[in-house]
């Protein structure tokens, strides 16, 4: 039996390891469930959906239903199996659940033909139904994909060139040496490839390199070593912005400006102020710095130290190195014992097996999606005839003369723009929404130039729309064993022509995972007047580059808002407390302004009404497993099963498996199976006048269900009150 629905059962839980710190209450977890009244007045209920597996943009599980016709004293209960199309938008983390196919519905203490009635009953009404729910019910309850395990092996976590400074020192990036370009109107060049504001004056060979306050910096090299200038030209004093003079002129000038330290090649800072300083985490077996804005630990036993960079986590003897990478599930122990409530909480979401990593390695199997007009078109600007060098071990080559991303594949051209892919025969175009991408461009290696466009996906097309969506893999955040990665590690060189583009690049921005607002950058020690672009044009029209999709983001708000905001909360609040530009999460790039056109209007339902949550404060605690068989959490921790209209307590329904339950991760359909058929049950046909009796079960995969629940609960209820906040002891 299958029923076409368009917009009906919203997702939630399949895995999520550990409890909560606390307990949700029920006024914390209203939006579930749902309830509607149909034509013929009877009332259904729609309980918070048990996920199965998610692929692309399709979702399938199942979810209890309870079912109250005209005139009935009591209600039926039963499970109803869903596939649906998703539609997400990660600003407002929302999901809308459309075109819903229902392939099977069950209610157990029915009859064949009540359940026949109850059937035909959903197939009419559920297509007028309007449902959307938080992403974060929704992460809380996937697994983590094969697929997405084999995607990110390949990543290069060689460390970079780690520094370390007591007093306050700031990390200048060139990447790949010094490039000079005139500034029109002046006789003055600026270095192009920088995210600073550095200017030659050709005429004595001096470079200036500005901070703020009508604070700057010479050097008689772009590399240095730069001193505080006493005087500076007034014509390149002129080439700061008014804006940018203005927003960090209510600050003071530091008596000891930071010490200016150039690299180009890999490198990252570390600084503290003074001596380092530390406390104890884990319970006295590792210790934190305190006055740094880094993340630094020490282990007791081994006194070795740990930082966490990008991501990834490098451990050396001492602060002086020498540093090697320690993959995520390799960390010791201790690291999972970093308490949840601790100010280095945030750590958790960086070491494997913790709560906090598993969902954020959950959050990037939800794709960001849209429906796009066929008409929409693309102009892809080369700096000359288009150039394109091969990806080393497949079958592409790659435009390396633009700021687009463009594939060459056999004699056809493939581009993408800000999450959407195009086509063309000529890699001048005329390009066309592309309505399906060869196999050998999912297949590139982390090592390819183009890698993160294998996050980027066509789900399905019409004659009028192309369904779309993207992974933050394409914004360069990473699974690796357990956990979220910035980047790939590899080195891609820029473009250098009349224009200079720049890759992507993983180190020297200090890249920091926070759980409500994603990655964000800064830099290591936070002045606040220390001024930066993100321009790549010093001051000029951003381009794509080091963080993301070409224009993304603007050309000196993310460092700027960072520093002074960082000024105001002072050394140990860090840049952290000011970094507003987070670059992987809580961004949809196809609702910018200047990519809205290309939308077509996604199909809703047929009828309309916004689901309402169920009449009289009813808790969201009834679950039905992969048999249809229905149970509800009670007060006490224990299960009931639903038999012949009433809810039979057993004895055997063992709530200590709720503790083993955190235990249990995602491991793909073949975990899933085996917890499945572990909590599989039928009831036994009892014998006198009472109810049958449900068997004695395993209900580890019933409070894993139950845990994840609470858990996205808990997640939304953050979001809403406005925990998009950074969160921990430096942010």
């Excluded at 064949?112 to 139904?129: D, S």
């Excluded at 979220?484 to 200079?500: K, L, V, Y």
Aim: aromatic fraction near 10%; charge should be neutral.
């Amino acid at each position: 039996m299958t029923i076409v629905l368009a917009a009906v059962l919203s997702v939630t839980t399949l895995v999520l390891a550990g409890p909560l710190t606390g307990p949700v209450t029920a006024q914390e977890d209203d939006d579930w469930p749902r309830e509607f009244t149909t034509e013929a007045n009877a009332r259904v209920v729609v309980f918070q959906p048990q996920l199965d597996s998610l692929e692309g943009n399709r979702l399938s599980g199942r979810s209890a239903v309870s079912v109250t016709l005209d005139g009935a004293d009591r209600p039926v209960f039963g499970a109803v199996w869903f596939d649906a199309r998703i539609e997400t938008d990660r600003d407002e983390r929302v999901v809308e659940i459309l075109d819903v196919q229902v392939p099977r519905v069950r209610f157990a203490e029915a009859t064949p033909e009540q359940e026949r009635q109850l059937a035909a009953l959903l197939e009419k009404e559920v297509p007028k139904w309007d449902l959307r729910t938080s992403l974060d019910r929704i992460l809380t309850a996937l697994g983590v994909t094969e697929q997405q395990k084999r995607m990110s092996e390949g990543l290069n976590n060689r460390p970079p060139e780690i520094l370390y400074r007591t007093s306050a020192a700031i990390l200048v990036v060139i990447e790949d040496g010094p490039r000079l370009q005139a500034i029109e109107g002046t006789p003055f060049q600026h270095v192009v490839n920088s995210p600073v504001l550095m200017v030659k004056d050709p005429g004595n060979g001096t470079f200036f390199l500005y901070a703020a306050h009508d604070t700057w910096y010479t050097a008689s090299s772009a590399t240095g070593p730069f001193t505080v200038a006493r005087t500076v030209p007034n014509e390149i004093v002129g080439l700061v912005p008014d804006e940018v003079r203005e927003e960090f002129a209510s600050g003071d000038a530091l008596a000891a400006p930071p010490e200016i330290i150039v690299r180009t090649e890999a490198a990252e800072l570390i600084v503290s102020d003074g001596a380092p300083e530390f406390r104890p985490v884990a319970g006295g077996e590792l210790l934190f710095m305190t006055n740094t804005e880094s993340d630094v630990l020490i282990e007791i036993t081994t006194q070795r130290t740990f930082v966490l960079l990008s991501g990834r986590w490098f451990v050396a003897p001492s602060l002086d190195g020498p540093w090697s990478f320690v993959s995520p599930d390799a960390l010791p122990a201790i690291f999972q014992a970093i308490e949840p409530d601790s100010e280095v909480a945030y750590l958790r979401a960086s070491v494997a097996g913790t709560v906090e990593a598993q969902e954020a390695v959950l959050e990037a199997q939800i794709p960001q999606t849209a429906v796009i007009s066929r008409d929409a078109t693309l102009q892809v600007v080369y700096d000359g005839a288009p150039q394109f060098e091969p990806i080393q071990g497949t079958e592409l080559s790659h435009a390396v003369n633009t700021q687009s991303q463009v594939l060459q594949h056999e004699r056809r051209y493939y581009a993408v723009d800000n999450g959407v892919w195009f086509t063309a025969d000529s890699p001048t175009g005329a390009w066309v929404v592309a309505t399906s991408i060869p196999r050998a461009i999912y297949e590139q290696p982390a090592s390819s130039p183009a890698y993160n466009t294998t996050f980027v996906y066509v789900y399905d097309s019409t004659p009028s729309v192309v369904h779309v969506g993207y992974l933050p893999g394409y914004m360069h955040s990473f699974w690796y064993r357990g956990c979220m990665m910035w980047g790939t590690g590899w080195h891609h060189p820029a473009w250098w022509g009349s224009h200079w583009w720049p890759r992507h690049s993983t180190w020297g921005f200090h890249m920091s995972w926070s759980s409500h607002g994603g990655w964000g950058f800064g830099t290591t020690w936070s002045s606040g007047w220390f001024s930066f672009s993100v321009g790549w044009s010093s001051w000029g029209s951003p381009s794509s580059g080091w963080w993301g999709p070409r224009g993304w983001p603007s050309s000196t708000t993310a460092f700027n808002a960072g520093w002074a905001q960082g000024h105001r909360s002072g050394f140990r609040a860090g840049y952290r407390a000011g970094t507003r530009d987070h670059i992987a999460r809580g961004r949809n790039l196809y609702n910018r302004p200047s990519n809205r056109t290309r939308n077509a209007a996604a199909a809703g339902a047929a009828g309309g009404a916004l689901a309402a949550s169920a009449r009289g404060g009813q808790p969201n605690n009834v679950f039905a497993d992969r048999n249809g068989e229905v149970y509800r959490r009670a007060q006490d921790g224990g299960w009931q099963q639903r038999q012949q209209g009433q809810w039979a307590a057993s004895g055997d329904l063992a709530t200590a498996a709720s503790g083993r339950a955190g235990q249990v991760q995602g491991g793909g359909d073949r975990a899933a199976a085996a917890r499945d058929r572990a909590s599989q049950v039928s009831p036994q046909r009892g014998t006198g006048g009472r109810a049958n009796q449900p068997r004695s079960v395993n209900t580890s995969s019933l409070n894993r269900d139950f845990q994840a629940r609470q858990r996205g609960a808990a997640r939304t209820q953050s979001f809403r009150g406005g925990g998009r906040s950074s969160g921990g002891r430096r942010r």
